[in-house]
């Protein structure tokens, strides 16, 4: 079956992107800032594969992969919720092939799902590690493995990798998590300079500050004050998703940084969850 070629109207903006006919895959997309990405993808025109393990919303662990389907369906857009453990290649292999069967194409992946353990080396046993590098740069590695021939067949893509930006100073109290997290720098940038070419975009993706998720709440990352909503990520994706993929690829980005640069947006105060900036806000972007 021939790929059809989708071209954006003019009437679309750097925030507003006019997605429809496009199709993305998010990963842990059941809650928090991979279910407001979705849903945020489907209200610009998108239909949303809507990837993670949750099946069943819990106490513990609440949304699920159905429930962020459902509102994505809501807003007028077509969903596919696939149950995928993204340490499993044979799942997420089966992720591809399931929306690919379903929708013919693939032109938007975000590598979202993370596991964190924010902890120094001693109390971060080799199981944990293990698990940082299995759901964070191993999963996405294998994600756009899979991901990549659809992209290059049809001549469009992005790529958008959830994770700081590479640098080279210390990391104490999360060295595991830095590593996992610098692997996917380190795909995006890779990935970017392979596929230019084939118009297929690779980027990265990080907050300037905390942002408002179950991980914030359970690890009691400061509190409420401090943090952002997850409107400015997707605000900032969607920018992203909004540039011709050759023309914006390879790139390290902060949300603020992407804000002003891709949509001319300088005032960030609308973003924290309180309506205001703290006194002090406190910066994570060299995660």
Same mark, same amino acid.
């Given at each position: 079956?021939?790929?059809?070629?989708?071209?954006?109207?003019?009437?679309?903006?750097?925030?507003?992107?006019?997605?429809?006919?496009?199709?993305?895959?998010?990963?842990?997309?059941?809650?928090?800032?991979?279910?407001?990405?979705?849903?945020?993808?489907?209200?610009?025109?998108?239909?949303?594969?809507?990837?993670?393990?949750?099946?069943?919303?819990?106490?513990?662990?609440?949304?699920?992969?159905?429930?962020?389907?459902?509102?994505?369906?809501?807003?007028?857009?077509?969903?596919?919720?696939? !149950?995928?453990?993204?340490? $499993?290649?044979? &799942?997420?292999?089966? +992720?591809?092939?399931? =929306? /690919?069967? *379903?929708?013919?194409?693939?032109?938007?992946?975000?590598?979202?799902?993370?596991?964190?353990?924010?902890?120094?080396?001693?109390?971060?046993?080799?199981?944990?590690?293990?698990?940082?590098?299995?759901?964070?740069?191993?999963?996405?590695?294998?994600?756009?493995?899979?991901?990549?021939?659809?992209?290059?067949?049809?001549?469009?893509?992005?790529?958008?990798?959830?994770?700081?930006?590479?640098?080279?100073?210390?990391?104490?109290?999360?060295?595991?998590?830095?590593?996992?997290?610098?692997?996917?720098?380190?795909?995006?940038?890779?990935?970017? !300079?392979?596929?230019?070419? $084939?118009?297929? &975009?690779?980027?990265? +993706?990080?907050?300037? =500050? /905390?942002? *408002?998720?179950?991980?914030?709440?359970?690890?009691?990352?400061?509190?409420?004050?401090?943090?952002?909503?997850?409107?400015?990520?997707?605000?900032?994706?969607?920018?992203?998703?909004?540039?011709?993929?050759?023309?914006?690829?390879?790139?390290?980005?902060?949300?603020?940084?992407?804000?002003?640069?891709?949509?001319?947006?300088?005032?960030?105060?609308?973003?924290?969850?309180?309506?205001?900036?703290?006194?002090?806000?406190?910066?994570?972007?060299?995660?």
């Amino acid at each position: 079956m021939p790929v059809p070629v989708i071209t954006m109207p003019s009437t679309s903006s750097a925030l507003h992107p006019d997605l429809h006919g496009r199709v993305a895959v998010v990963t842990g997309s059941s809650r928090g800032i991979g279910k407001a990405l979705a849903i945020r993808l489907a209200q610009e025109g998108a239909d949303v594969v809507v990837a993670a393990k949750s099946e069943q919303s819990t106490d513990r662990l609440p949304g699920s992969i159905h429930e962020t389907a459902d509102t994505v369906r809501a807003l007028g857009c077509r969903a596919l919720a696939v !149950a995928t453990d993204v340490r $499993d290649e044979d &799942a997420i292999r089966n +992720l591809i092939e399931k =929306t /690919i069967a *379903e929708f013919g194409r693939l032109d938007i992946l975000v590598n979202n799902a993370g596991a964190i353990w924010p902890q120094p080396i001693l109390q971060t046993p080799p199981k944990r590690f293990d698990l940082m590098m299995g759901v964070n740069v191993r999963a996405a590695y294998i994600a756009c493995y899979y991901a990549l021939p659809h992209m290059i067949k049809q001549q469009w893509g992005h790529v958008l990798n959830m994770c700081p930006r590479l640098h080279c100073e210390p990391s104490p109290g999360r060295v595991g998590y830095s590593i996992s997290k610098h692997g996917m720098a380190s795909l995006a940038i890779g990935l970017a !300079a392979e596929h230019k070419k $084939d118009n297929v &975009a690779a980027n990265t +993706l990080w907050p300037r =500050t /905390i942002i *408002e998720s179950l991980a914030s709440i359970n690890l009691k990352m400061a509190d409420r004050s401090q943090w952002r909503t997850p409107e400015i990520l997707c605000d900032a994706s969607c920018a992203i998703f909004a540039q011709e993929p050759r023309a914006c690829t390879g790139r390290q980005w902060i949300d603020e940084q992407a804000l002003t640069e891709l949509a001319g947006i300088t005032n960030f105060d609308h973003y924290w969850c309180e309506g205001k900036p703290p006194a002090k806000p406190i910066y994570i972007d060299k995660w």
